[in-house]
């Protein structure tokens, strides 16, 4: 027992440096200008520690990349999953969640650019799991609604939610590119929620549901929201 014990104070120590070590890799990627290169030397410096050290938990070059992409994916999805749900209206769904992630961008710039300098790996397994959660928020809201979907319906709501998150990661990353950064990220992120609510509004109408996007959604699925009909023709 006495062993264990020591064996898991250690496997503690060595979690904790190891998050030392990736919170000093994105501070130093963020001291920087975005895409530019950065040394393991500028990492282990900023951790306190010796190169050697750094490499005692990574394989390679490559496993600390990976893990440091991990780790901004995860900074990200810590931000937008608390604003992923079905608190208030339509309006004030998606605006609180592009918004959060158009701030979280301009916020952190070189992050995101080092992030998605890879494609797959983390960056995909990042967009995984924000789709997920989107795609899951929409399947609950169809439920709550009671609009009846076919199985290819169905079917489309992960590809949608897919498309949503890269419709504005698409957006924002086009954004970030420019010489000159316009319109302003308040504007940007408000014109994407339009365009995503178009988006919805539009699919909504088809299966026969009229939105009203400024009513709450507690409302909505109360049944005693005028303009919102569930089972309505468009």
Do not use: C
Request: hydrophobic share 45%.
């Amino acid at each position: 027992m006495a062993q264990d014990g020591r064996q898991a104070r250690w496997d503690a120590h060595n979690q904790q440096r190891r998050l030392s070590i990736l919170d000093a890799a994105l501070e130093v990627i963020e001291s920087q200008p975005a895409g530019a290169e950065f040394h393991v030397q500028q990492i282990a410096e900023r951790a306190g520690l010796n190169r050697t050290v750094v490499y005692r938990h990574f394989a390679d070059r490559s496993d600390l990349d990976s893990a440091i992409r991990t780790h901004i994916i995860a900074s990200l999805t810590d931000r937008l999953t608390p604003v992923v749900s079905l608190e208030g209206t339509i309006n004030e769904i998606i605006g609180r969640i592009i918004h959060t992630y158009v701030d979280w961008t301009e916020a952190h710039v070189a992050l995101h650019a080092f992030a998605v300098q890879e494609t797959g790996g983390p960056f995909q397994q990042g967009i995984d799991q924000i789709a997920t959660m989107l795609g899951d928020l929409l399947s609950l809201a169809i439920a709550l609604l009671g609009a009846e979907l076919t199985e290819d319906e169905k079917a489309l709501v992960d590809p949608l939610a897919y498309g949503l998150v890269g419709a504005a990661l698409g957006a924002v990353g086009r954004w970030l590119a420019r010489d000159v950064r316009e319109p302003s990220a308040e504007r940007l992120a408000d014109l994407l929620s339009m365009s995503i609510w178009n988006l919805l509004d539009g699919h909504a109408k088809r299966l026969g549901v009229v939105l009203d996007p400024d009513l709450p959604l507690a409302d909505v699925f109360a049944g005693g929201a005028p303009g919102t009909v569930p089972g309505a023709s468009s």
